[in-house]
């Protein structure tokens, strides 16, 4: 298995991963942004993600994006293929690219935001810490990348303070090293469970 910076000749794999995406979130039920396979071109092309391959066959992928004048990095777009999955591939992925993404931008802070409580998991184990979305960007180009997902509303709803998704950020600040942390799994799921009732008892 290689997991490697992306570059043009990987472009081919763009239409299975945004299909791998959008696949995912049919069966998590859960909202995820929507991705083109010409965004997903663009990142490949410009050396901004991360891809596993195995024997020329397509398994993971995750790329980066920069808000507020690089001063915000988001390691977006996660996905591993369903033929590679619990194989501790997602982890091995994330810590490549957050690795990636202090080496090009040494002074920005990383965050992400996602309702998956596995990706919250190792989010968390790399040195991530839950945060309000206020702690985040404020770039508007940002939130409206939202707009493709099913929990929008809640957004919008909110006045973007809170929605479904958990944000987690790491600060260069705080975290000089990627430090692997002991993952309280009850904690986060306990959050993730107050968040939904909230919210779709104020659907009601």
Not at 23 to 29: D, L, P, Q
Not at 131 to 152: M, Q
Not at 161 to 173: A, F, H, I, V
Not at 191 to 202: E, G, M, R, S, T
């Amino acid at each position: 298995m290689k997991v490697v910076i992306a570059n043009i000749s990987h472009i081919k794999y763009a239409e299975i991963i945004c299909e791998t995406i959008k696949e995912s979130a049919k069966v998590r039920g859960t909202g995820i942004a929507e991705r083109t396979p010409e965004y997903i071109s663009k990142k490949i092309s410009t050396g901004d993600a991360i891809i596993a391959i195995e024997n020329d066959e397509f398994a993971g992928f995750c790329y980066i994006e920069t808000w507020d004048n690089k001063s915000f990095v988001v390691n977006s777009g996660l996905i591993v293929h369903p033929n590679f999955r619990n194989q501790g591939l997602a982890k091995k992925i994330k810590k490549k690219i957050l690795e990636y993404s202090q080496e090009k931008y040494p002074d920005a802070k990383i965050f992400g935001i996602t309702t998956g409580l596995a990706v919250l998991k190792i989010n968390y184990e790399l040195g991530y810490q839950p945060v309000t979305f206020s702690e985040l960007t404020t770039d508007e180009a940002f939130w409206n990348g939202c707009r493709t997902c099913k929990n929008f509303d809640v957004l919008t709803r909110t006045e973007r303070k809170m929605c479904l998704c958990t944000g987690m950020l790491y600060d260069p600040k705080h975290k000089k090293i990627i430090k692997e942390h002991k993952y309280d799994s009850k904690v986060l799921s306990r959050l993730k469970k107050i968040k939904q009732a909230l919210f779709l008892k104020k659907k009601k």
